[in-house]
């Protein structure tokens, strides 16, 4: 399931912002991919604006169940589904956050039910408009830094 959220700021503002978010909430980007810089080294023209974050909660912590680790060890497939990927995006004239719910993912790999799960769609100003917030494999993100 698709979730999305969107933003009166740029992608670039967004981008900032949110990694911003996902470190204040123990998290980390590994990776960030610019698919503007991606296709044109393939001399591939693309006018979309697009960064896809990558993002990861390795370290244990006892309120996040399941971690990327514990996750990892008691099923290595769901390394197909990790880490987390937030995508960015202008569409309508709005700054679009889009990912794949995590308990959507997960739920293929027939794991313990537990707290995985994302919230709907929101505003993505600054303000937490969506009650559950975002969610990264079970933990909110603190929206408010956004």
Known sequence: MLVKWSSDKTVSE???ALQAAVQANHFGVMQVHNLQEAMAKKAVEFVRECLILEDC???????????AKRVLEQN????????CRISIYQ??????????????????????????GSAGTGRYDGQNHDKGGIRLIGRPVNTDLI
């Open 14 to 16: 967004t981008a900032v």
């Open 57 to 67: 909660q390795p370290q244990v912590l006892e309120d996040c169940q399941p971690q």
């Open 76 to 83: 290595m497939r769901v390394s197909t589904a990790l880490p």
């Open 91 to 116: 569409e309508g004239g709005k700054t679009i956050l889009a990912a794949l719910k995590p308990t959507t993912l997960l739920a293929m790999f027939n794991l313990p039910q537990n707290s995985t």
